[in-house]
């Protein structure tokens, strides 16, 4: 499925809004974009109040840390008590939910404001409830792949959790259920080291989130977490290679979905002669002569 069609699905079999909502082709009245026009067959002539129109803005946002942005714009007859009811149902709906659309990396909506508006002289109240859409791209890099000896390292140490890289997703995942770790590579920087002749050395700086609502779990998890990494000392590699652990700094205060909880620095070194080269196809050479 597409994220339209995740979204869609995910607000129409919530039984509140199921409930509430006017229906549409005896659908629930949720729609991308636009409304039908009020003169469709498909009201039957009923009441086309509340309903609820949604749109995506995929236009990347630096200063917010996220990918873009989903409105949902919900509109009813003036009852705020009935628009907060589902205001309230469409936030739980959607807030620490991952969702996996077809061809797509896994994503988060996170709540960030909530407009309400009046329209019609004052016959219908309109609710737009913005979110920002956070994207959890995968992370896989060079041989040995400092991200990826990471997440192995999460995985055995809580086997019974969900790891970004090393676990398949599903279309939703609920971390309130099974909680979500995710690595994210921030920098590599060349460094100083031995062996320089046959050895490159390299600083990784890895944030890790765990995407949890409980935040009680979360901090015995992420302490747990840091503090075999600190007694380890190092996380070893695909290429059974060492990669030292060397800074370690855990904010648990730190927003779980956009900056991750814990900063790890590891050095670790490659073989210079195991860097492959980039071959070159689709290349021919025609004899002119």
């Given at each position: 499925?597409?994220?339209?069609?995740?979204?869609?699905?995910?607000?129409?079999?919530?039984?509140?809004l199921n409930g509430t909502l006017s229906k549409y082709?005896?659908?629930?009245?949720?729609?991308?974009?636009?409304?039908?026009?009020?003169?469709?067959?498909?009201?039957?002539?009923?009441?086309?109040?509340?309903?609820?129109?949604?749109?995506?803005?995929?236009?990347?946002?630096?200063?917010?840390?996220?990918?873009?942005?989903?409105?949902?714009?919900?509109?009813?007859?003036?009852?705020?008590?009935?628009?907060?009811?589902?205001?309230?149902?469409?936030?739980?709906?959607?807030?620490?939910?991952?969702?996996?659309?077809?061809?797509?990396?896994?994503?988060?909506?996170?709540?960030?404001?909530?407009?309400?508006?009046?329209?019609?002289?004052?016959?219908?109240?309109?609710?737009?409830?913005?979110?920002?859409?956070?994207?959890?791209?995968?992370?896989?890099?060079?041989?040995?792949?400092?991200?990826?000896?990471?997440?192995?390292?999460?995985?055995?140490?809580?086997?019974?959790?969900?790891?970004?890289?090393?676990?398949?997703?599903?279309?939703?995942?609920?971390?309130?259920?099974?909680?979500?770790?995710?690595?994210?590579?921030?920098?590599?920087?060349?460094?100083?080291?031995?062996?320089?002749?046959?050895?490159?050395?390299?600083?990784?700086?890895?944030?890790?989130?765990?995407?949890?609502?409980?935040?009680?779990?979360?901090?015995?998890?992420?302490?747990?977490?840091?503090?075999?990494?600190?007694?380890?000392?190092?996380?070893?590699?695909?290429?059974?290679?060492?990669?030292?652990?060397?800074?370690?700094?855990?904010?648990?205060?730190?927003?779980?979905?956009?900056?991750?909880?814990?900063?790890?620095?590891?050095?670790?070194?490659?073989?210079?002669?195991?860097?492959?080269?980039?071959?070159?196809?689709?290349?021919?050479?025609?004899?002119?002569?």
């Amino acid at each position: 499925m597409d994220l339209n069609q995740l979204l869609y699905r995910r607000l129409s079999q919530d039984n509140l809004l199921n409930g509430t909502l006017s229906k549409y082709a005896d659908k629930p009245a949720i729609f991308n974009t636009e409304f039908p026009p009020d003169q469709q067959e498909g009201w039957n002539g009923k009441s086309q109040y509340p309903r609820i129109s949604y749109v995506f803005n995929k236009q990347v946002d630096t200063k917010r840390s996220s990918s873009g942005q989903l409105t949902v714009a919900l509109y009813d007859i003036m009852d705020p008590l009935e628009v907060e009811k589902m205001e309230v149902a469409i936030r739980n709906c959607l807030q620490d939910v991952v969702m996996k659309p077809e061809g797509e990396a896994p994503m988060c909506f996170a709540w960030a404001r909530s407009e309400p508006y009046i329209l019609e002289g004052n016959a219908v109240l309109c609710k737009e409830i913005v979110f920002d859409i956070l994207e959890y791209p995968a992370q896989e890099t060079t041989d040995p792949d400092p991200v990826m000896a990471l997440n192995r390292y999460i995985k055995n140490l809580f086997p019974e959790c969900i790891v970004f890289g090393i676990d398949e997703l599903s279309e939703y995942t609920i971390p309130a259920d099974t909680p979500v770790f995710y690595s994210g590579l921030k920098s590599i920087d060349s460094t100083d080291g031995h062996c320089r002749s046959s050895l490159s050395w390299f600083n990784a700086v890895i944030s890790v989130h765990l995407l949890c609502p409980k935040p009680s779990l979360r901090l015995k998890m992420m302490a747990a977490l840091h503090q075999s990494l600190a007694k380890d000392e190092e996380i070893i590699m695909f290429d059974d290679s060492p990669m030292v652990v060397k800074a370690l700094k855990m904010n648990n205060n730190a927003d779980y979905l956009r900056e991750g909880q814990m900063s790890l620095t590891g050095y670790y070194a490659c073989l210079k002669d195991a860097f492959k080269q980039p071959g070159i196809s689709g290349v021919s050479i025609n004899d002119l002569t």
